[in-house]
């Protein structure tokens, strides 16, 4: 019976099928210098020893790891052993011997190293209370920690002029994520997701790509994020298969954006950063302070 209500959220929409790898791998391509600003911005540098919680391929820990260089340590995590045989290879491709990889849930994830910086990208969405895992996975980093995170707001994509079928494929992804109940806009809710997890105000920016003409990767990027949602777009009734079309969906995205000579504006990316401190309780030894 197909529930449409989703009683019980599911745990992941997007899967970890081969075509999901590669996607990320596209997707970490398409965005890597807007996170590589984030991740400096919000201060690694060489020595610094990361947390990379939901690292997926891998795009995000070799971004950070380049940053931080030999003399300092990444440790990504992520539920999916998939996701982390292919980080792992990736990371060994690069004799990037600093980073590691944990296979691991987020909600029950602890490990006695400490961190001077916990990071992440597209991932607090998927979390059922981000806010409290935020504070649970601080308690990882020594205070003054970096906590920098890079979510995207879903509603702020768009083209100009207005595209049809470009509207109709963000319909389909942001239902979908509606109805599994993951916020589209996670990056507008990070200022208020680290004041939640006992943060400090964080700094932001926002930052996009502007996509058009016949060789952008944007419209590949966009059919395949539909691609890998297709599961979950047939079980909430969001759409069949059959009027997606998935196979000839990039080439008629790209049709409509040249034809009209349209500006594309993929998804809005927000990062966020901010140091956790100990909280004075337990910096003063556990001490009221006076
Ligand atoms: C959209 S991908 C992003 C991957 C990577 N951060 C990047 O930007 O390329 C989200 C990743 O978070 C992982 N994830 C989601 N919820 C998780 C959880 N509760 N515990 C562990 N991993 C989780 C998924 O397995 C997936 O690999």
Redesign the pocket.
């Known amino acids: 019976m197909i529930d449409n209500d989703f009683a019980e959220r599911p ?2 929409v ?1 899967g ?1 099928s081969d075509a999901e790898l590669k996607r ?2 596209r ?2 391509a398409f ?1 890597a210098d807007l ?1 590589e600003d984030v991740l400096r911005r919000a201060g690694l540098c060489p020595g610094t020893r990361v947390l ?10 070799l971004l950070a790891a380049r940053l931080v260089g030999p003399s300092g340590l990444v440790v990504g ?4 052993e998939q ?1 982390i045989a292919l980080a792992r290879a990736r990371v060994d491709r690069a004799g990037f011997s600093w980073v590691r990889f944990v296979v ?4 029950t ?1 602890v490990c006695n190293e400490t961190f001077d910086a916990l990071i ?4 607090l969405l ?3 209370d981000p806010a409290t ?1 935020l504070r649970a996975l601080a308690r990882h980093l020594r205070s003054g920690g970096i906590v920098a995170f ?1 979510e995207m707001d879903m509603h702020f994509a768009h083209s100009v002029p207005e595209a049809p079928l470009f509207r109709q494929c963000l319909h389909w992804i942001i239902n979908v994520f509606e109805k599994a109940r993951f916020e589209p806009d996670m990056g507008s809710r990070l200022f208020a997701t680290y004041l939640c997890a006992g943060l400090p105000a964080p700094r932001m920016i926002a930052t996009g790509r502007l996509e058009g003409g016949p060789d952008s990767p944007a419209y590949e990027y966009l059919a395949e994020t539909v691609r890998s949602l297709i599961p979950m777009i047939e079980r909430f009734d969001v759409a069949t298969a059959a009027e997606i079309g998935i196979e000839t969906l990039a080439a008629r995205l790209r049709e409509e954006a040249v034809a009209g000579n349209r500006c594309i504006f993929p998804p809005l990316l927000i990062g966020a950063w901010s140091r956790w401190h100990l909280p004075e309780t337990e910096a003063n030894g556990g001490a009221a302070p006076a």
């Open positions: 745990g992941y997007l970890h990320l791998m997707q970490g965005y996170t990379d919680i939901g690292c997926g391929a891998g795009d995000v820990s995590v992520d539920r999916s996701a691991a849930e987020l909600e994830f992440g990208r597209f991932v998927y979390l059922s895992r890079q």
